[in-house]
């Protein structure tokens, strides 16, 4: 079953400051989707929004065409999961029993995991490749173990939707391809949808269905990768003027930019330096 979440002139913000004046977004089959854009443009604060993180000043976010916050957590739990930038949990807790937190919502206070929660907690560790950490402490792992065990407590909630805020940070280049590969992965073998805010506009062009770009609180473009990912709107986003390649790797091709010379002067219309 196909799940849908909107945004629906939805206005966010806090303690009365107002980041997003009014958005709209439909999201309503199962893709990888990037939502790209300058630091303070808004893109933590709509995943926040969409996944019942961050309640609207107005509008709202409708998960299957239901208000998110009328729905019980437990039942938007059962569909969607977020992993944010920031997680914490006591360092000794083994990775077995951090990925066993993603089948509370299936579970009454105090009831015992039965044998399908454990196939459920099984099937995440190996999909996010981890099942030899079983019983290692949190603070032995490396950053990408350790965003591979959270990302495997996301998965054991057996969610629809995954929502993603900034995965690759903190990571050196290894392993963010490998976590970006992972996710890409996951994609293709559950059929679930994938919304991650992303800094890398080159991991947003290669692992991406589609791209959200936010500006200054707005909506900017929403499109497939090819139509989003031009010159004349990067340097819009960001006021840099880029390369853009499409080259070949591993049997297939995706774009990649190369930004070169910043924009020093908006009102000539950022035109590249001549040399």
Known sequence: MNHTIKAQSITLGYGGKVIIPKMDIVIDKPEIISII?????????LLKALSRLLVPLAGCALLDGKDIYQLQPGQVAKIMAILPQTVHAPGDMTVCDLVAYGRMPYKKIFEKLASDDQEC???????????QMLHRR??????????????????????????????T???????????MKLVRKLHQDMQITIIMVL?????????????????????????????????????????VETTIMTIDQGGSSHLVCFPHDSCLKKEDGCAPAVR
């Open 138 to 167: 949190l603070d032995s792992l490396s950053g990408g173990e350790r965003q591979r065990a959270w990302l495997a407590m996301a998965l054991a909630q057996e969610p629809r939707i995954l929502l993603l805020d900034e995965p």
């Open 199 to 239: 800094h890398d506009l080159n991991h947003a062009a290669r692992f991406s269905h589609r791209v959200i770009a936010v500006k200054d609180g707005l909506l900017f473009a929403d499109g497939p990768v090819e139509e989003v990912f031009t010159v004349e709107n990067l340097r819009a986003l960001y006021g």
């Open 121 to 131: 907690i099984t099937a995440a560790m190996e999909a996010t490749g981890i099942q």
């Open 37 to 45: 854009g300058p630091n303070g443009s808004g893109k933590s604060t």
């Open 169 to 179: 940070t903190y990571l050196d280049i290894h392993h963010q391809l490998e976590l």
